[in-house]
C-alpha cells in the first residue's frame, strides 16, 4: 500500500536524518546538564519535555494564525483517536527516560548497543506483524550492515561499565522498545493521516510531560542554581533542537518512509555523537570506529537509494496500461481521506 502522505520519500528520509543528527547532540547536552544542574535522568526529560511542549504550542498557534482553515486544532486530533495520542505520549517518557537510566547504570557504551542495536530487530519484527511491511534481502543486509556497524562504532570507542550493567541492559531494552512502538504507531498514524504529524507530535509530548512529572518531583525536579545561566540555556537548547525541531521532522518522515527505513536512517544519532567527540573533545577515531562509521553510512545511503528506486517501481507497477484503459472497464478504487 502506497502512504497517504504528499512527502517525497527522498525528503522524508532526509526529514529523518535531520532528526537524528540534532538527538545527536542532545547526549552531550545533557551530559553537562547533569553535572551542571546535578539532576537525575527523569527530572532531565521532564524539563526537556516541558520546554519541547512550550515550543511546540507557540509554533501551533502561529500555524492556526497563518492557516486557520487547514492546520488541524489539537482538540480535533486528540479526539481523533486518543488511544494513538496517549501510547505515544507514554512511548516517548519511557524510551528517553529508559535510555538515561541505563547510561547511568551500564555505561554509554553498553546502554547505546543495546537500545539502538536491538530497536531495528524489533521494528523490522513489528512492521511485518502490523503494518505488513515485507524486508527483502537488500533491506535484510541494510538492516544488518547498519547494526554491525554501530556495535563496531560503540564497541570500538572507550566507555566504562556501570554500576549494575543487568538492570542498565534491563533499562536499555525498555527503551529499545518504546522506540520501536512509537516508530509503529508513528508510521502507521502517516498512512492514516499524514497531515496531522505535526499536532500528533504537540500531543504526544503533552501526554509525556504529565507521565513525567509525579516521577520528577519524587527524584527531585529543581537544577542546582549556582550557575542558572548556563543551566538555563542547556535546558532551552535540549528542547528546542533534539526535542522539538527533531520529532517534528521525524514523525514528518514516517509518513513517507517504512518504519524500517527510518529506524536504520536514525543511527546517524550515534554518528553525530562521534563527530562532536572528535571534534570537541579531541578524540581519536581507532580503526574498528572508522570501519563501523562506514558501515553505517554505506547502511543510510543503500536504503535513501533503495527507498526512492522501490516508490518508481510501485508507480510503474501500478500506472494502468493504454490498451487496458481503451478496452477493459476500470475497477473501483478505494481512497483514504
Excluded at 28 to 56: K, Q
Excluded at 133 to 160: I, N, Q
Excluded at 197 to 224: K, N, Q, R, Y
Amino acid at each position: 500500500m502506497q502512504s497517504s502522505s504528499a512527502l517525497p520519500v527522498r525528503q522524508g528520509v532526509l526529514y529523518v536524518a535531520l532528526a537524528a543528527t540534532a538527538w545527536g547532540t542532545g547526549g552531550a547536552v545533557a551530559a553537562e546538564l547533569y553535572d551542571v544542574g546535578e539532576i537525575g535522568p527523569i527530572s532531565v526529560s521532564f524539563w526537556r519535555f516541558l520546554t519541547g511542549l512550550g515550543l511546540l504550542l507557540a509554533a501551533h498557534l502561529v500555524r492556526r494564525s497563518r492557516r486557520p482553515k487547514t492546520a488541524l486544532s489539537l482538540r480535533a486530533t486528540f479526539a481523533a483517536n486518543p488511544q494513538r495520542a496517549l501510547i505515544t505520549g507514554f512511548g516517548l517518557a519511557v524510551y528517553q527516560t529508559a535510555y538515561f537510566a541505563s547510561v547511568q547504570q551500564a555505561g554509554l557504551t553498553v546502554a547505546t548497543v543495546v537500545t539502538l542495536g536491538s530497536g531495528p530487530v524489533l521494528i523490522t519484527v513489528g512492521a511485518r506483524l502490523t503494518l505488513d511491511e515485507r524486508t527483502g534481502v537488500a533491506g535484510t543486509a541494510a538492516v544488518a550492515s547498519g547494526v554491525s556497524g554501530l556495535v563496531l562504532l560503540m564497541g570500538g570507542a572507550d566507555g566504562s561499565t556501570g554500576p549494575a550493567p543487568l538492570l542498565g541492559i534491563g533499562y536499555a531494552l525498555l527503551s529499545a522498545a518504546g522506540y520501536a512502538g512509537v516508530t509503529l504507531l508513528g508510521r502507521f498514524s502517516g498512512r492514516e493521516n499524514g497531515g496531522s504529524a505535526f499536532e500528533s507530535t504537540v500531543i504526544g509530548f503533552a501526554v509525556g510531560t504529565v507521565c513525567l512529572l509525579p516521577m520528577a518531583l519524587l527524584e527531585g525536579p529543581l537544577p542546582d542554581m549556582e550557575r542558572p545561566a548556563w543551566a538555563l540555556a542547556l535546558i532551552l537548547y535540549l528542547g528546542a533542537a533534539p526535542t522539538a525541531l527533531a520529532y517534528t521532522l521525524f514523525f514528518a518522515g514516517l509518513g513517507a518512509v517504512r518504519a524500517t527505513t527510518a529506524s536504520v536512517v536514525a543511527l546517524v544519532e550515534p554518528l553525530t555523537a562521534a563527530v562532536i567527540g572528535i571534534l570537541v573533545f579531541d578524540e581519536r577515531l581507532n580503526a574498528i570506529v572508522l570501519t563501523g562509521t562506514v558501515l553505517l553510512l554505506l547502511a543510510v545511503l543503500f536504503l535513501a537509494a533503495d527507498e526512492g528506486g522501490g516508490q518508481v517501481a510501485f508507480r510503474r507497477a501500478s500506472a494502468p496500461r493504454a490498451d487496458q484503459d481503451q478496452h477493459q472497464p476500470r475497477p473501483a478504487m478505494l481512497t483514504k481521506d
